[in-house]
């Protein structure tokens, strides 16, 4: 029996509710649009729900993350204002097996940085109108690329450049070009713990990127990749067993 995969999408919510033009590109918040295209693609497989920064715990309590098997996370100017007492609940869920999925600005995210351990800065650009961003996947076997084109063409988005500080990754599956001639590593996975980390950057939010088909197709993918294995989700702990 398939068990349903138990999907949060956690949005800070603060550009849709501050600026109008971006409201009119996401009616329904960014949360909104990725949970919608995880719900058309993946269908009775997940059960999703979204939560935003000015929720209670930021809709990201003890008993939220423990009914969460992969979190979804988009930020970009509010980071300082997430608790850090939730990133540390959040973390320890990854450690235990909760898959994490990491958005565009996501990458300077308290979340991120402190899973990773670097600074996680990077080269950007956004003109007015955006640059065109092919996104080339390079790891055409990895799970997350399954019938993905080749490459996904997003018309117009805000350019991220290397170098990008983060460890080496596990798998690199996805590298862009932009129209100024900056590539950049743009969809890489960690392991911490017992816990699996996709980063994927394309989504900035002056852009209908969340409803691009290719990119709803990645994040389909990645919370399938990112879905713990079957079992007790515990971080990983030194103990002092008998012999086997």
């Known amino acids: 029996m398939t068990m349903t995969l138990r999907v949060t999408v956690w949005n800070e919510g603060v550009h849709e509710a501050t600026q109008p033009e971006i409201a009119a590109i996401y009616p329904h918040g960014i949360h909104g649009a990725i949970a919608e295209g995880l719900s058309e693609l993946l269908g009775d497989e997940v059960a999703v729900r979204t939560a935003t920064l000015d929720d209670p715990e930021h809709g990201l309590g003890e008993q939220a993350l423990a009914e969460t098997d992969v ?23 990854v450690l235990g097996g909760m898959g994490l999925i990491v958005l565009h600005s996501g990458h300077f995210s308290k979340i991120f940085i402190r899973m990773l351990g670097t600074t996680c800065s990077l080269r950007w650009r956004n003109p007015e109108g955006g640059e065109r961003e092919l996104v080339w996947n390079v790891n055409p076997t990895h799970p997350i690329a399954a019938g993905v084109e080749q490459p996904i063409v997003i018309d117009a988005q805000e350019m991220y450049g290397e170098f990008f500080d983060i460890p080496t990754p596990d798998d690199l599956v996805f590298i862009s070009s932009f129209t100024g001639g900056e590539v950049f590593r743009s969809g890489v996975t960690f392991t911490r713990g017992r816990g699996k980390i996709f980063y994927f950057s394309p989504g900035d939010q002056e852009y209908p990127v969340y409803f691009h088909p290719q990119v709803r197709r990645v994040l389909a993918n990645g919370v399938r990749w990112a879905a713990p294995v079957t079992g007790v989700r515990r971080a990983p702990e030194v103990s002092n067993p008998q012999p086997v």
């Open 71 to 93: 979190l979804l996370w988009w930020g970009h100017i509010a980071h300082d204002r997430v608790s850090d007492e939730v990133v540390e609940r959040v973390r320890q869920h």
